[in-house]
């Protein structure tokens, strides 16, 4: 399956943005989904990941409240809202793709976009 995010920018800190990622390839509906991201000089986190109908989400805690991620398998594309956003938030953001159980460990995701950069001001 291929990724391509799209989204990121500029925003004001408190501002929002939404990122999506469309697949092409393989049935989407049968891959887990999650995004990453990963600051300059940080190592890539997690955070959050959907099930594969979209019955079940998972977050990073510092996301938990102010990001949301969701799925539409009819237009093979996954989505993260990000709200209230702060300075720290600054990274380039990530979806990734897996044939395994829900996870947050990155090393479990098969396939990866080239990721969406999102920088926060303060």
């Known amino acids: 399956v291929q990724l391509q995010a799209s989204g990121g920018g500029l925003v004001q800190a408190g501002g929002s943005l939404r990122l999506s990622c469309a697949a092409s390839g393989r049935t989407f509906s049968s891959y887990v989904m999650g995004w990453f991201r990963q600051a300059p000089g940080k190592e890539r986190e997690f955070v959050a990941y959907?099930?594969?109908?979209?019955?079940?989400?998972y977050y990073a805690d510092s996301m938990k409240g102010r990001f949301t991620i969701s799925r539409d398998n009819a237009k093979n594309t996954v989505y993260l809202q990000l709200n209230i956003l702060k300075p720290e938030d600054t990274a380039v953001y990530y979806c990734?793709?897996?044939?395994?159980?829900?996870?947050?460990?990155?090393?479990?995701?098969?396939?990866w976009g080239k990721g969406t950069l999102v920088t926060v001001s303060s």
């Open positions: 990734a793709a897996s044939t395994n159980n829900p996870t947050k460990l990155v090393y479990e995701y098969d396939y």
């Open positions: 959907i099930n594969w109908s979209g019955s079940m989400t």
